[in-house]
């Protein structure tokens, strides 16, 4: 398991937008089918195997994390990132 230095809790954010110093780090998952609808305030949205299989479901997951505070570097580097994924993975039934 990886190790995360800002986060000393098991405490995240309520809402991506929430995301900052006190509470670095937002997780948000969901299930797609197909059927359109809207998914941890991602674009609305299908699953992928869905185009292949009407009977298709799958799980989304957003992660969203704001790094520790950096020593800046100009035009290169800012110095806090806040980084965001996106992952999805068909449920086999």
């Known amino acids: 398991m990886g190790f995360l230095a800002n986060v000393p809790g098991t ?7 929430g995301v900052s110093n006190a509470t670095p780090i937002w997780v948000c998952t969901g299930t797609l089918t197909n059927t359109t609808a809207v998914v941890c305030g991602q674009p609305t949205a299908i699953c992928a195997d869905c ?4 009977q298709a479901t799958s799980i989304k997951a957003v992660v969203t994390y704001m790094s520790v505070p950096m020593v800046p570097i100009p035009g290169i580097l800012t110095g806090q990132l806040t980084l965001t994924r996106i992952a999805e993975a068909r449920i086999i039934q």
């Open 11 to 17: 405490s995240c954010a309520g809402t991506q937008a």
């Open 51 to 54: 185009a292949l299989d009407n």
